[in-house]
C-alpha cells in the first residue's frame, strides 16, 4: 500500500526566505505527482504536475523536482511571501489494481511565512 | 471559464439520514473525482468517473456511491450516516483520464450529528 509524507508537518520563515518542502512516497511505481496547495476551509490548487518521466517543473517561483528511484519530491519556493501561507499537499497517482489508478495525498506542511 | 462547483456548500444531517452532493466539473472536463478530508485521516480517494464510467475506487464501505451524468455533472450519495462521515467532501475535475491536473472545487462541508 502506498504512504506519502511530508516532513516537517509544519513550518515557519521570515519574508523572502528560499525554502523548500519535501514529499516522499514508499512505492516508485507511481504515474505522475501532483503538488497542490490548500488555504484555511477551501478547496486545492493545483500548483504543478510532474509526469513520472520528467525529472522537475516550474511556474514562477515554485520549482518541483522528482526522483522516482528513491521516492522522493520537492517543492523549491523561492523569495518566499505571506501569501504563501497555506498547507502543501502533494499526490502520487499509481496503478492500484488492473485498469485501476489511484491518487494518495500526504498529510500535508502547513507553511507560514512571518513579514 | 467556471471553476468546478459543488453544492451544496454545508450540510447538516443526522444519523441514519441518506445525502447527496452535487459536483459540476469545469466545461469541456471529462473525469471527476471524489475526496473525503477530516482532520485525522487527511484526504482520502473516494472514486473516479470518467464518461459516465467509475475507473477507480477507493477503500470506502458500500454506503458510499457516485454517478456520472452525460454532461459530466457527477453526484456522490452517502446512505446510512455515521457520526464519523462528518468531512470535507471534495470534487476535482480534469480534462483527460489519469494523466491531468486536477483542479478541485471548494467542497461540501457535511455535518453528522
Known amino acids: 500500500k502506498q504512504e506519502v509524507t511530508q516532513i516537517p508537518a509544519a513550518l515557519s520563515v521570515p519574508e523572502g526566505e528560499n525554502l523548500v518542502l519535501n514529499c516522499s512516497f514508499t512505492?516508485?511505481?507511481?504515474?505522475?505527482l501532483q503538488w497542490f496547495r490548500q488555504d484555511p476551509g477551501k478547496g486545492l490548487t493545483s500548483l504543478l504536475l510532474?509526469?513520472?518521466?520528467?525529472r522537475e517543473q516550474t511556474s514562477g517561483r515554485l520549482n518541483a523536482s522528482l526522483d522516482k528511484s528513491s521516492g522522493r519530491s520537492t517543492l523549491y519556493i523561492a523569495a518566499s511571501q505571506p501569501g504563501d501561507s497555506a498547507t502543501y499537499l502533494c499526490a502520487v497517482r499509481q496503478v492500484h489494481g488492473a485498469g485501476s489508478y489511484q491518487l494518495t495525498f500526504g498529510k500535508g506542511t502547513k507553511l507560514s511565512v512571518i513579514p | 471559464k467556471a471553476g468546478v462547483t459543488q453544492t451544496p456548500r454545508y450540510l447538516i444531517k443526522t444519523r441514519g439520514q441518506q445525502v447527496t452532493l452535487s459536483c459540476s466539473p469545469i466545461s469541456g472536463h471529462r473525469s471527476v473525482s471524489w475526496y473525503q478530508q477530516t482532520p485525522g485521516q487527511g484526504l482520502q480517494f473516494l472514486f473516479e468517473?470518467?464518461?459516465?464510467?467509475?475507473?477507480n475506487k477507493g477503500n470506502f464501505p458500500g454506503r458510499f456511491s457516485g454517478r456520472q451524468f452525460s454532461n459530466s455533472r457527477s453526484e456522490m450519495n452517502v446512505s446510512t450516516l455515521e457520526l464519523g462521515d462528518s468531512a470535507l467532501y471534495l470534487c476535482a475535475s480534469s480534462l483527460l483520464y489519469i494523466t491531468d491536473t486536477q483542479y478541485f472545487g471548494p467542497g461540501t462541508r457535511l455535518t453528522v450529528l
Open positions: 512505492d516508485s511505481a507511481i504515474y505522475n
Open positions: 510532474i509526469q513520472s518521466s520528467q
Open positions: 468517473y470518467f464518461s459516465e464510467t467509475q475507473r
